[in-house]
């Protein structure tokens, strides 16, 4: 472990000193304001209509729904700006030729790639942690219930921990950190959708063969990460989506780490 400390202070030491990290920051956080101003902004006249026409608000639409849907925009910006953080992890070194100087000093592939994934992983924790004052203000002029909110912040944290992996894994394919972000971005976004391409050929399949539409829609539905991201905003913490993020984040780390050894071979 020691060696993946070392290069887990490496790594993060570059981002924290590095002005992109502090761009990637902001920008999170400008577009995640935006949001919550916009749906406290929609809770508050919707409120206002209801309490005018209805006589009590519907069951679901309290203080917390502005938490679940401002969480769920996060996804999304999480799964744009992260390519930016995973891009350089391994391609930069590559394209420097640092990478053989690091592969024979004594840390192992090991902690090459764990600490380069825990530095990743720490900025992700801070760009989740720096968000926590809007659900603190909303609690202060509108009561919350806040393990919904803290369930909903662990399912962000491992969602962006699976997309971490597999950014990893795209980096060390490549010496470009341009065709790294790219990729990544683009095999996130294709896990982020494969829940509709699961809907599309289930309509398809019940035309041809309606027999496994069901279970061909079913399991492509299982893949997104944006399914499993759900349960998590609205409170509910199931072990399947638990163990779904932890499998993916283990299966891109491990493909990272197979692919730094082929590397060390070559």
Partial sequence: ???????????????????????????????????????????????????????????????????????????????????????????????????????????????????????????????????????????????IAWKPVLIGYLGLFLMGAAFISLGLFISSLTESQVIAGLATFGLLLGVWLISGMGDIAGRILDYLTPSISAAVEEGLKFMSLNDHLSPFLKGVLDTRDLLFYLTTAFFGIFLAHRSVESTRWR
């Fill in 1 to 143: 472990m020691r060696g993946t400390w070392a290069i887990w202070k490496r790594e993060a030491r570059f981002y924290f000193s590095n002005p992109t990290a502090y761009v990637l920051i902001a920008v999170f956080l400008v577009l995640a304001d935006l949001a919550f101003l916009f749906m406290f902004n929609y809770y508050t006249v919707q409120s206002a209509q209801f309490g005018r026409f209805m006589s009590e608000m519907p069951y679901d639409f309290t203080p917390n729904w502005i938490i679940e849907v401002l969480f769920d925009f996060l996804g999304t910006v999480i799964l744009i700006t992260l390519p930016f953080v995973t891009m350089r992890l391994l391609a930069e070194e590559r394209h420097t030729g640092t990478d053989e100087l690091l592969l024979t000093t004594p840390v192992s592939i090991t902690d090459i790639v764990l600490g380069k994934y825990l530095a990743a992983l720490t900025l992700l924790a801070v760009m989740l942690a720096l968000s926590i004052y809007m659900p603190i203000l909303l609690d202060r002029y509108s009561e």
